[in-house]
């Protein structure tokens, strides 16, 4: 089992930034492929920001290409967002989720996850 906690969340002006953090814990998430989904109020769940367990190749939605940067650290056991040029539109209930190497699956649907954490808000105004 690997557990999830988000952390970095918060109220921010349009134009700012803000730096998520996840920290797993329970297993070493080396072996992890790590991704970030937000749902926003009325809305679905929605594909971020993904990352191959080697950090060596990345998926972003296309709302957030070029804005937003997703990163590991598989030593420290954390994975990031650091998310910056924030529209009102980002504001949300962002989750870090994980799963395992061998699972296979798009990277942009949630099904290809194993584990979530509970999610951090954010909330951008104008």
């Known amino acids: 089992q690997v557990q999830l906690v988000e952390s970095g969340g918060g109220l921010v002006q349009a134009g700012g930034s803000l730096r998520l953090s996840c920290a797993a814990s329970?297993?070493?998430?080396?072996?992890?492929?790590m991704g970030w989904f937000r749902q926003a109020p009325g809305k679905e769940r929605e594909f971020v920001a993904a990352?191959?367990?080697?950090?060596?190749?990345?998926n972003y939605a296309d709302s957030v290409k070029g804005r937003f940067t997703i990163s590991r650290d598989n030593a420290k056991n954390m994975v990031y967002l650091q998310m910056n040029s924030l529209k009102p539109e980002d504001t949300a209930v962002y989750y870090c989720?994980?799963?395992?190497?061998?699972?296979?699956?798009?990277?942009?649907?949630?099904?290809?996850?194993?584990?979530w954490g509970q999610g951090t808000q954010v909330t951008i105004s104008s």
């Open positions: 989720t994980a799963a395992p190497s061998y699972r296979g699956g798009d990277p942009r649907n949630s099904r290809a996850y194993d584990y």
């Open positions: 329970g297993r070493t998430i080396s072996n992890y492929r």
């Open positions: 990352i191959h367990w080697s950090g060596g190749s990345t």
